[in-house]
Structure formats: C-alpha cells, structure tokens
C-alpha cells in the first residue's frame, strides 16, 4: 500500500498519523493491500482554487475527494485517487465541535477516503451511514495504534 503525503497548507499536519489511519481504513473497508492513495494539506486559497474549479462553489471547504475510476471487480491493485483537506478550515471546524484539530482532520482524512469510495451524504439515510461509518474507522484506529 501507498499513501504519499504532502503538506503544502504552511502549518503543521499530522503526516505520519494520517499515513496510519488510512492505511487502517483501507484495510478496514477491506481494500486491496496494494492500493495507492494520495493525500495533499493546503492552504485556503489553494483550497478556495480547487473548490471553484471542481465544486463551483465559491469559498474555502474542509476536504475535498477526487476518486480516480476503480473498475468494478477486479482485484487488482488500484490508485484510489486524492484527498485534499485544508488544516486551516479544519482548526475552526474543531474548536466549533469541541475537539481537537488533529481528531478533526482525523475525521476529514476518513470523510475523504469514504468519498472516493462512494460514500456520500447528499440526503438523510447517507449522511448516518457515511459519518458513522468515518466516526467508526478513526476511534478503532486510535483504539488500535
């Protein structure tokens, strides 16, 4: 398995915690051991750029997923695609929620991974499955480690 990591936000990150939860949700969703994954911190203009570009939303966000086309089947090896998240956005997110911003990107970085996935809330009956299912990956990981 590969996941390559770059912080480009200017603050620190969690890297190497980052790199162990998803290597855990990988397994965890029962991924082939040999999948790649990309995971990039940026900063928010950056993340205000991409959010235009491929939300056609306007402002910064928390996290965004770009799955790379899995063919359906196979069990081959396969690069999964990119997780994006913002450790900035992820700082205020956490303070709002009460918690820490490394849980918060935490929680980002298994959002993210679900989205590539598949994964989305976009109504109700989603929302539960996917947030408890990211909510469920980060505690038995840090029961794990």
């Known amino acids: 398995m590969t996941i390559e990591i770059t912080n480009r936000s200017g603050v620190d990150a969690p890297v190497d915690e980052i790199e162990s939860l998803l290597t855990f949700g990988i397994d965890y969703m029962e991924l082939h051991p040999d999948c790649e994954l990309s995971v990039t911190f940026v900063?928010?203009?950056?993340?205000?750029?991409?959010?235009?570009?491929?939300?056609?939303e306007p402002g910064t966000t928390d996290v965004l997923s770009f799955p790379m086309d899995m063919p359906e089947g196979s069990d081959d090896a396969v690069t999964l695609g990119d997780i994006v998240i913002d450790p900035i956005v992820a700082a205020n997110q956490a303070a709002t929620a009460g918690h820490s911003t490394q849980h918060e990107i935490f929680i980002l970085a298994a959002h993210g991974l679900l989205h590539i996935l598949?994964?989305?809330?976009?109504?109700?009956?989603?929302?539960?499955?996917?947030?408890?299912?990211?909510?469920?990956?980060?505690?038995?990981?840090?029961?794990?480690?």
């Open 43 to 56: 900063d928010d203009k950056e993340m205000e750029e991409l959010h235009i570009k491929w939300m056609d």
């Open 118 to 145: 598949g994964y989305d809330h976009a109504d109700k009956d989603e929302e539960k499955i996917m947030f408890d299912l990211q909510e469920a990956i980060v505690e038995k990981w840090a029961k794990a480690k």
